[in-house]
């Protein structure tokens, strides 16, 4: 069974910094492409950042040189680390596994920004 268990959200200051993990169980995790999404009330649910099995990177345009993607194969976990935060960055963060064939989601944790 397929497990992605996100953790470290909360409240936070902008300005402040957070740092999420998802956790992977159930798949050979260096051998899939792992991201960070996000999703605001009333909005979409949208790419934040994307690390690839080899280890390139992508960013959303609202994160890039804020927010790092990072993972380590011999912990099967994926983080995101999160500065310089602002309010519209709050959301709940879901963690996604992808191979290509197969896409699995986590059940996401709640980041808030707010003073």
């Known amino acids: 069974q397929v497990q992605l268990v996100e953790s470290g959200g909360g409240l936070v200051q902008p300005g402040g910094s957070l740092r999420v993990s998802c956790a992977a169980s159930?798949?050979?995790?260096?051998?899939?492409?792992m991201g960070w999404y996000r999703q605001a009330p009333g909005n979409q649910r949208e790419m934040v950042a994307r690390?690839?099995?080899?280890?390139?990177?992508n960013y959303a345009d609202s994160v890039k040189g804020r927010f790092t993607i990072s993972r380590d194969n011999t912990k099967r976990t994926v983080y995101l680390q999160m500065n310089s935060l602002k309010p519209e960055d709050s959301a709940v963060y879901y963690c996604?596994?992808?191979?290509?064939?197969?896409?699995?989601w986590g059940k996401g944790t709640l980041v808030t920004v707010s003073s």
């Open positions: 996604n596994a992808g191979s290509g064939l197969r896409d699995y």
């Open positions: 690390i690839t099995s080899g280890g390139s990177t």
């Open positions: 159930g798949i050979i995790f260096s051998r899939y492409n």
